[in-house]
């Protein structure tokens, strides 16, 4: 699963990276929680890419009560064509998420340890999302997304069973097309990361919703000894 992550790069390396503008002046985030406005790209049908802050947490566009995003965070690739909140969102509302790190917990003697995963020497990424809109009563519109999950990779096992979707860049515009209906190919998107990825233990302020500072994705030391094969 994914219940926090960071994206602490300038916009400028986030818009040349996703060949989409970014003019936002956000600040940089090292503790991103549910619930709260995330940078998402999606693609519209003249294959254009475009930038929007939406709400973490899909709220589908049937729901009667919008607090159901906080049960939507993230969805399980193994029954995203089946799941009412997903389905119709896999077809044609899928989007990017960048990030260029995520946070998961593992359970020490004393407490649980948060520990921050990075892919390659800590490059940006995008995890695989979906998208909708949701209209309340008065006419007020919010759009929310959610992360896909799948199974974890060996950099993940030891502490969780589960980890966001991570996609190679070469899947980007497949993934982000509209006019793709063919659950087949965006399902053979879903699957666990294989490429080189590196994790390190970080402060437990990172627990913390209101924490979001560069301390949270600081290395710090633990009593978990390192396991050489994930460590870098």
């Given amino acids: 699963m994914c219940v926090r992550y960071r994206l602490s790069r300038r916009k400028q390396i986030i818009a040349e990276h996703f060949d989409a503008p970014f003019d936002d002046d956000r600040e940089l985030r090292y503790n991103i929680a549910p619930s709260q406005p995330v940078p998402v790209i999606r693609q519209t049908a003249n294959s254009v890419r475009e930038l929007s802050l939406m709400r973490w947490g899909l709220i589908p566009s049937w729901a009667t009560d919008p607090s159901i995003g ?3 965070i993230n969805a399980r690739s193994e029954t995203i064509t089946t799941t009412a909140s997903f389905r119709d969102p896999f077809r044609t509302q899928r989007c990017l998420i960048p990030s260029d790190g995520f946070y998961e917990w593992a359970q020490s003697r004393k407490n649980k340890q948060p520990y921050c995963f990075e892919v390659g020497d800590g490059e940006i990424f995008a995890f695989a999302g979906l998208w909708d809109r949701w209209i309340d009563p008065h006419g007020k519109e919010i759009e929310s997304c959610t992360i896909i999950t799948t199974r974890a990779n060996v950099y993940l096992s030891d502490i969780h069973d589960r980890m966001p979707v991570i996609l190679p860049s070469g899947a980007y515009s497949s993934w982000l097309d509209p006019a793709l209906r063919d659950n087949r190919i965006a399902m053979g998107w879903l699957v666990r990361y294989a490429g080189a990825m590196r994790r390190y233990a970080v402060s437990t302020r990172t627990k913390q919703v209101q924490s979001d500072d560069e301390e949270c994705a600081s290395p710090v ?8 094969r994930l460590f870098v």
Avoid: A
Wanted: charged content about 25%; proline content about 18%.
């Fill in 70 to 72: 906080f049960k939507t």
């Fill in 221 to 228: 030391e633990t009593e978990i000894p390192p396991q050489g």
